[in-house]
Structures are given as structure tokens and as C-alpha cells.
């Protein structure tokens, strides 16, 4: 069913998403807070102002308070963070619909930010950073986004910041910063599921209408690598971890469902061409994926791999070949309407409960998009023709384009260069 779309007295943006056949109801927020918004000095602020959100409020003060009141009713938390925006949300059984959605915003309203709790959570996030630094496949994917955009810019830096940045932080800055960014008109509240829509609007704006209105958060305008640019971070492995990329458009970009749909190609399943030359025939990989990474007005189009240390450049060169042939040959017909298929069910495997839906939906609103059913999803990648992957393709995967970051042993950079160039 199509969601609806309100927009409450304050500005606030509200969708609701009826969902037949399900028991649970998830109540969503998404803010227009992400690390795009952050100066130097904050990198890994809007992550870290993620987990104090959690630390209680005045009616409900403390976070074992706050934690109790979500368990009594059943609920399931969490909360995430990426460039564009930071995500809150509770699921629990329909019965509990509207006492979710006063705690929810409560806790976006009303944090408290106690100074002990700040301190200990540094010790918290700093841990969650360590983690991610020891786990080569993950760190080479901040890796590559800070070559490709620079580390000291928001586009390039890790959403998580850094152990000097965390440590820095004050209560003063958190305040400040969600004072400047958790407004209505960056604000999209999500609710899903097993939900009366005609009966929530009153109650949703009960409850967020007095939230404040402002300006638009600063946006920064990435400056990208000119390639062929090779970037290696040694550490020692058994295994190489790399990602292999290009610049793309942003996500407003009519070809958008085109480099989906190359994405699905070369890597989106067994079938795919990466993971038969290189898994099938080869042998050089356990895994191997393409990825878009679309934002407002800038991209990139990645592919990651972990391979044995020894086969590095022999990988890249077939990795080159393969997305240059993207571009040099058409696809087959069968070979695109397994990638259609492919397309159209992860899309539906991925939209079954109610969070899934809220977060669907939310994440197109909360950046300014207009709202797209999985069925409207789905005709875009079908009206993809082999013309237009040959075409994009052409256009992403041009000399003198790529980027090349990698984790792992000692390789030779000037003879990687030479096989981007």
C-alpha cells in the first residue's frame, strides 16, 4: 500500500506506512544530521550524539530508566548514523503504538547528556573505533572514501571520527549540535506497520508538534581525487582487502537505476561476472561485491574484494577488464533479465517488516526525495536497456578514473598505478 505523506503544523515531516498481516508497529526518526554536517574540530559528533540520545531525559532520567520503559512494552531499539542523516527507532506490538511514539519523542526532544555518562561512553565509542580498525575489511572501506574525498573533509573522514576527536567532546558541543540540527524541517518521523493512519496525525502531532523550526544545516561540496590514485595502508595479513572505485552522480541523477543495475551485473549475485571470474574461475577471492554509493550530489561506485596478497595486481587488471567491457560490449538480454530479477528481489526480500518499511520509506523522505513504492522501484530497473549499461558504464568506467585503496601487506603502488593508467 502507498504510504501516506503529512506535514505537521511545525514543518515536520510525518509518513505513514500501513502494513497488513504483521503485529508490530515501528516508529521512526530520521534527522538531517549526518557527518556531511560536521567541522573538523567535531568529526564523529552526530555518531556520538547517536549513543547519548540514549542516556535518559527529564521525565525519564537515566538510562536503565529509559531502557526499562521501552522493555516493558517488548520493544526493540536501536539507532544508526551515515553522512546524510542519523536514525532512531522502536518496535514493538501495535497495542504499544502511541506510548512509542511519546517516548520517542521524548528522547528526541529531551536528551539529557549527564557529564558521567559523556565520559564513559568516549571509553564506549572509542572501543567501537579500535573494532573497526582491526577488521581490515571494514577499514578499507573508510579507506577508500578518504582517498577518494580527502580525510580531513566530511565526505572522507569515518562517521565514527577519531580517538582524538571523541575524546574532546563536551556536553556543551552535543547540546550546540543537536540544538542546530534536531529541527522540524530536518526531521522525518516514520510510522509502520499495523497502524490506523487517519487516527495517528492527531497524536503524532501531539507529541513532535512543538518542536522547533530553523535553517538548513550547512552542506559541504566534496572535492574529489583525480585518478588513477593507489593507496596502501600495511598491515600485516594473509590477505589483501581492496576496493577498487570510480566517482559517480548523486542520487537525484536520471542513470541512477542504470548503475543499479551494473552493480547487480558484475557483482549482485553467483551469477554475476565478478564473482564467476574470480571466485568460480580463479580462486583469488572468498568475497567479492559492487556497490553505488549515491549521496545528494556525489557518489562513487565501488568494488570490494579480499584476495591472497601475492594475486594483487593480477586482480586488478581483471577487475579493470571486466568493468571496461561493460562499456565496450552490450549485454546479453538474458544476462540483463537476470539482473532485473535479481534487483527486484532483493528489493522485496528486504521490505517484510515493519522497521524494513519505515526505513524504506524514511530514508527517501528524510533527504528530499519524493516516496517511491517497491513497485515504482522495480519498473525503473526494468525499463534499464542494454544501451543504457553500455553506456554509463562507458561513461563511469573511463581511464584515468580509478581509485584503488588497500589493507594489507606491502605491494608495489607504481606498478598498481600503471595498471589504472
Not at 556520538?48 to 538510562?63: I, V
Not at 520503559?69 to 544508526?80: D, I, Q, R, S
Amino acid at each position: 500500500m502507498k504510504p501516506t505523506q503529512k506535514t505537521l503544523g511545525n514543518g515536520m515531516q510525518v509518513v505513514l506506512v500501513p502494513l497488513k498481516d504483521t503485529q508490530t508497529v515501528t516508529v521512526m526518526t530520521l534527522v538531517g544530521a549526518g557527518c556531511e554536517h560536521e567541522d573538523p574540530s567535531e568529526f564523529g559528533i552526530a555518531h556520538f550524539l547517536e549513543h547519548m540520545m540514549f542516556k535518559g531525559t527529564q521525565k525519564r532520567p537515566g538510562s536503565l530508566v529509559l531502557a526499562q520503559e521501552f522493555e516493558k512494552l517488548g520493544a526493540e531499539t536501536n539507532a544508526f548514523t551515515s553522512r546524510r542523516y542519523t536514525g532512531y527507532f522502536a518496535k514493538a506490538h501495535k497495542r504499544h503504538t502511541k506510548k512509542l511514539i511519546e517516548i520517542t519523542a521524548d528522547v528526541y526532544q529531551n536528551p539529557l547528556f549527564p557529564e558521567a555518562e559523556l565520559e564513559r561512553e568516549k571509553g564506549v565509542v572509542t572501543e567501537e573505533i579500535n573494532m573497526y580498525e582491526d577488521m581490515p575489511q571494514r577499514k578499507v572501506d573508510t579507506y577508500f572514501d578518504e582517498v577518494l574525498f580527502g580525510a580531513e573533509s566530511p565526505e572522507g573522514h569515518p562517521i565514527l571520527g577519531s580517538r582524538e576527536t571523541v575524546a574532546s567532546f563536551t556536553r556543551e558541543q552535543l547540546l550546540d549540535f543537536h540544538a542546530r540540527h534536531y529541527r522540524a524541517h530536518a526531521t522525518t518521523v516514520v510510522v509502520a506497520g499495523s497502524i490506523d493512519s487517519g487516527v495517528l496525525t492527531g497524536h503524532l502531532e501531539k507529541h513532535f508538534g512543538s518542536v522547533g523550526t530553523g535553517t538548513t544545516g550547512k552542506r559541504h561540496t566534496p572535492k574529489v581525487a583525480s585518478g588513477p590514485t593507489v593507496a596502501h595502508l600495511t598491515k600485516e595479513s594473509d590477505q589483501t582487502h581492496l576496493v577498487l572505485g570510480v566517482p559517480a552522480f548523486g542520487r537525484s541523477h536520471k542513470d541512477v537505476p542504470t548503475v543499479g543495475m551494473l552493480a547487480t551485473i558484475l557483482g549482485g549475485g553467483f551469477s554475476s561476472r565478478l564473482f564467476q571470474k574470480l571466485r568460480e574461475e580463479l580462486g583469488v577471492c572468498y568475497y567479492v561485491f559492487a556497490s553505488p554509493n549515491l549521496f545528494e550530489h556525489y557518489g562513487s561506485f565501488t568494488i570490494h574484494a579480499g584476495v591472497p596478497k601475492g594475486r594483487v595486481r593480477e586482480v586488478v587488471r581483471v577487475l579493470r577488464e571486466e568493468l571496461e567491457r561493460l562499456g565496450s560490449e552490450r549485454v546479453a538480454d538474458e544476462e540483463l533479465a537476470i539482473a532485473r530479477s535479481m534487483k527486484e528481489g532483493a528489493l522485496l526480500n528486504g521490505l517484510e517488516t515493519s522497521d524494513d518499511l519505515a526505513y524504506y520509506y524514511g530514508r527517501q523522505a528524510v533527504v528530499g526525495l519524493p516516496l517511491e513504492t517497491p513497485k515504482e522501484k522495480s519498473a525503473q530497473a526494468k525499463a534499464v536497456t542494454t544501451a543504457d549499461v553500455k553506456r554509463v558504464a562507458k561513461k563511469l568506467f573511463a581511464p584515468k578514473r580509478y581509485t584503488l585503496a588497500l589493507v594489507g601487506p606491502q605491494q608495489d603502488e607504481k606498478a598498481l598505478t600503471k595498471l589504472l593508467t
